[in-house]
């Protein structure tokens, strides 16, 4: 959840470790620090809050270096403060910063201080720094000095280091928290995600889990979990600087839900032929696997979570293809039981999500055959040890809020639906309706943006509020769950979800006239259902805002207010009516003031539990 970014050149690297940190906001974050080496000696520099803080003690005191780390810290132990800011140095000598967990920094922080090490932190990375420092004592080489070090190391990390006693050295090692190193003219970067590089480099190494690599300025090695040399391949990335910019967008979360037309194309792109998918587009080995197929366990986290509610709801009605679906901290940790032949399908934007990965694991070791990730990473860890791979394509997401990612893997998985469903009871006739449907989507999605202006004034309804309750039924009730997490989490609106027929179960005992009653309401077949259910807000004198389909929109009540939306099918109608939701939450965040892109307390990559 943190942030990365490292370098060795023969140029003062403070500038590109500062404009990495600033291309690494989006992952969420509660301070800053950089250490470079500059004659013999490291030079820190740490502050609490965002970049802007760091960036203002460098112009007051500048410091330079040819090699040096920088990072962006979340909390996980120890609050944010200065002193728990990255990077943790040991006795002047040492500097570490770290992504991930240290699930044994008790033990190790014991033994330290019984050998009269000091701590100046909370934080369970300052164990990793003495640790390096204390195995210098036994050798002059850095490289065996953290090799020695990590065999002591529990849980997650991925790790930075720097030592005067090789000032040209930079140390970078991975194990369940990605990292990847950027390959210039005669200079080496590492950062958590490319996007933090790009301003200096389009080739990319990816470390693969359990790697180490020493790196100087004339040479890269790496060294596999067996402590064996290995070749990584280069690869050159197809982002570029700029596509990561918000452009003329006042937020980057507005210019994502305006990027959704041309995302879900690029979903679709090359996956047909003669309107016919193509089976080849999961890997070259699909149709093999799919064959073999009797069920589907979904595994996810978030909003990713809610893509695989509404999934699911596919695969059962359309395709009656059985499908399980479960949160995945819960699946590791709860001993579920496998049927034979199940796909396990997990889902991910950036494919490095720690407990999605950890599920997958977990189902591999209960003895599941076959894998399939939709990611939005190419080269993410997720994708590396999954079977099949089926790619988002919806660029850099940069908000914390997920709008882009979501809706292109509701697609690519109404893709999977159909290529699953054809061995089930999905028949043809409608196998074709909804590809054409599929064609429809982004000009569907482009008329609902027209709506944009109605629902910026309806979202001034919410200024004063505290509480919403977000309604739907059928695939639509994940889309109100999704819908709800929006509002809450960049408006800082408590609201929750339920479906529509649950109401009289407990939620009508919330509704009066300061509870607003979000509903999703497209033309289907639970639509009568619906209705009776608002009208169950509406005589307790709750306050109605309706999306639902042109043709029906009505205002039968004067405490209902309707947005009008474009007929769309039945299918598809999940995808189109999560946008209207995107826009309510953006526009109630702007008149609350809050920090829209980069939300409190939440981070864009979670890796770590």
Same mark, same amino acid.
Request: glycine share 6%; net charge negative; hydrophobic share 40%.
């Given at each position: 959840?943190?942030?990365?970014?490292?370098?060795? #050149?023969?140029?003062?690297?403070?500038?590109? &470790?500062?404009?990495?940190?600033?291309?690494?906001?989006?992952?969420?974050?509660?301070?800053?620090?950089?250490?470079?080496?500059?004659?013999?000696?490291?030079?820190?520099?740490?502050?609490?809050?965002?970049?802007?803080?760091?960036?203002?003690?460098? !112009?007051?005191?500048?410091?330079?270096?040819?090699? $040096?780390? #920088?990072?962006?810290?979340?909390?996980?132990?120890?609050?944010?403060?200065?002193?728990?800011?990255?990077?943790?140095?040991?006795?002047?000598?040492?500097?570490?910063?770290?992504?991930?967990?240290?699930?044994?920094? !008790?033990?190790?922080?014991?033994?330290?201080?019984?050998?009269?090490?000091?701590?100046?932190?909370?934080?369970?990375?300052?164990?990793?720094?003495?640790?390096?420092?204390?195995?210098?004592?036994?050798?002059?080489?850095?490289?065996?000095?953290?090799?020695?070090?990590?065999?002591?190391?529990?849980?997650?990390?991925?790790?930075?280091?720097?030592?005067?006693?090789?000032?040209?050295?930079?140390?970078?090692?991975?194990?369940?928290?990605?990292?990847?190193?950027?390959?210039?003219?005669?200079?080496?970067?590492?950062?958590?995600?490319?996007?933090?590089?790009?301003?200096?480099?389009?080739?990319?190494?990816?470390?693969?889990?359990?790697?180490?690599? #020493? @790196?100087?300025?004339?040479?890269?090695?790496?060294?596999?979990?067996?402590?064996?040399?290995?070749?990584?391949?280069?690869?050159?990335?197809?982002?570029?600087?700029?596509?990561?910019?918000?452009?003329?967008?006042?937020?980057?979360?507005?210019?994502?839900?305006?990027?959704?037309?041309?995302?879900?194309?690029?979903?679709?792109? $090359?996956?047909?032929?003669?309107?016919?998918?193509?089976?080849?587009?999961?890997?070259?080995?699909?149709?093999?696997?799919?064959?073999?197929?009797?069920?589907?366990?979904?595994?996810?986290?978030?909003?990713?979570?809610?893509?695989?509610?509404? #999934?699911?709801?596919?695969?059962?009605?359309?395709?009656?293809?059985?499908?399980?679906?479960?949160?995945?901290?819960?699946?590791?940790?709860?001993?579920?039981?496998?049927?034979?032949?199940?796909? @396990?399908?997990?889902?991910?934007?950036? $494919?490095?999500?720690?407990?999605?990965?950890?599920?997958?694991?977990?189902?591999?070791?209960?003895?599941?055959?076959?894998?399939?990730?939709?990611?939005?990473?190419?080269?993410?860890?997720?994708?590396?040890?999954?079977?099949?791979?089926?790619?988002?394509?919806?660029?850099?997401?940069?908000?914390?809020?997920?709008?882009?990612?979501?809706?292109?893997?509701?697609?690519?998985?109404?893709? &999977?639906?159909?290529?699953? $469903?054809?061995?089930?009871?999905?028949?043809?006739?409608?196998?074709?309706?909804?590809?054409?449907?599929?064609?429809?989507?982004?000009?569907?999605?482009?008329?609902?943006?027209?709506?944009?202006?109605?629902?910026?004034t309806l979202s001034e309804q919410f200024s004063e509020k505290q509480h919403a309750l977000f309604l739907g039924r059928g695939a639509h009730y994940p889309i109100a769950m999704e819908g709800a997490l929006?509002?809450?989490?960049?408006?800082?609106?408590?609201? !929750?979800?339920?479906?529509?027929?649950?109401?009289?179960?407990?939620?009508?005992?919330?509704?009066?006239?300061?509870?607003?009653?979000?509903?999703?309401?497209?033309?289907?077949?639970? &639509?009568?259902?619906?209705?009776?259910?608002?009208?169950?807000?509406?005589?307790?004198?709750?306050?109605?805002?309706?999306?639902?389909?042109?043709?029906?929109?009505?205002?039968?009540?004067?405490?209902?207010?309707?947005?009008?939306?474009?007929?769309?099918?039945?299918?598809?109608?999940?995808?189109?009516?999560?946008?209207?939701?995107?826009l309510l939450s953006y526009h109630v965040a702007i008149l609350k003031g809050t920090d829209v892109d980069q939300p409190r307390n939440l981070a864009k990559s979670v890796t770590v539990e």
């Open positions: 959840m943190c942030g990365i970014v490292g370098g060795v #050149a023969q140029r003062n690297v403070v500038p590109i &470790l500062m404009e990495g940190l600033k291309r690494l906001e989006y992952r969420g974050y509660d301070s800053a620090g950089l250490a470079v080496i500059c004659d013999e000696h490291i030079h820190r520099k740490r502050a609490l809050g965002k970049v802007k803080g760091l960036e203002a003690l460098l !112009e007051n005191d500048p410091i330079t270096g040819n090699t $040096g780390i #920088a990072h962006t810290r979340w909390a996980t132990h120890g609050k944010p403060s200065t002193a728990n800011a990255h990077p943790h140095i040991c006795r002047h000598k040492v500097a570490v910063v770290h992504n991930g967990i240290i699930e044994n920094h !008790e033990q190790l922080r014991e033994e330290q201080l019984n050998n009269g090490y000091e701590f100046t932190s909370q934080t369970d990375t300052e164990v990793i720094v003495h640790a390096v420092f204390d195995a210098l004592k036994t050798t002059d080489n850095l490289l065996d000095a953290v090799k020695t070090t990590i065999q002591k190391l529990e849980g997650a990390y991925a790790l930075g280091i720097i030592s005067v006693t090789e000032p040209g050295t930079l140390i970078a090692c991975r194990k369940g928290s990605p990292l990847v190193i950027g390959v210039g003219i005669g200079e080496y970067f590492i950062a958590s995600d490319v996007a933090a590089l790009l301003p200096v480099t389009q080739r990319f190494i990816f470390l693969e889990d359990g790697d180490i690599a #020493a @790196i100087t300025i004339d040479e890269l090695v790496i060294y596999d979990r067996n402590d064996n040399e290995v070749t990584r391949p280069a690869k050159e990335s197809q982002l570029t600087a700029d596509s990561v910019d918000k452009g003329d967008y006042r937020h980057y979360m507005l210019k994502e839900i305006y990027e959704q037309p041309f995302a879900i194309s690029q979903a679709l792109e $090359g996956r047909f032929i003669n309107n016919r998918l193509q089976e080849n587009a999961f890997g070259h080995n699909a149709s093999a696997i799919f064959d073999k197929i009797k069920s589907v366990q979904i595994l996810a986290c978030g909003t990713s979570f809610h893509a695989g509610l509404v #999934a699911r709801y596919w695969f059962e009605e359309l395709a009656r293809v059985p499908c399980n679906i479960e949160v995945a901290s819960e699946f590791r940790y709860r001993n579920p039981v496998l049927a034979p032949d199940t796909l @396990i399908v997990t889902i991910s934007q950036s $494919g490095e999500t720690a407990d999605t990965l950890a599920a997958l694991q977990e189902a591999k070791k209960l003895g599941a055959k076959y894998s399939l990730a939709v990611c939005n990473v190419p080269e993410s860890s997720l994708v590396r040890e999954s079977d099949l791979v089926l790619m988002t394509r919806a660029g850099p997401e940069i908000g914390v809020a997920s709008t882009k990612a979501f809706t292109t893997q509701l697609t690519t998985l109404m893709l &999977l639906v159909i290529a699953i $469903g054809r061995r089930f009871q999905l028949t043809e006739q409608l196998e074709q309706k909804i590809t054409s449907e599929l064609f429809a989507l982004p000009g569907k999605i482009e008329k609902v943006l027209q709506l944009n202006d109605e629902i910026k929006k509002l809450k989490e960049i408006s800082y609106i408590h609201a !929750e979800a339920y479906p529509a027929g649950e109401l009289k179960h407990g939620p009508l005992a919330l509704i009066d006239s300061d509870m607003p009653v979000i509903t999703v309401a497209p033309n289907n077949s639970l &639509l009568e259902k619906l209705k009776s259910n608002m009208q169950e807000v509406s005589a307790r004198g709750g306050q109605l805002i309706v999306f639902m389909d042109e043709e029906l929109a009505s205002t039968p009540d004067s405490n209902i207010q309707i947005v009008k939306m474009t007929q769309v099918g039945n299918e598809i109608s999940p995808i189109v009516y999560t946008v209207p939701l995107q």
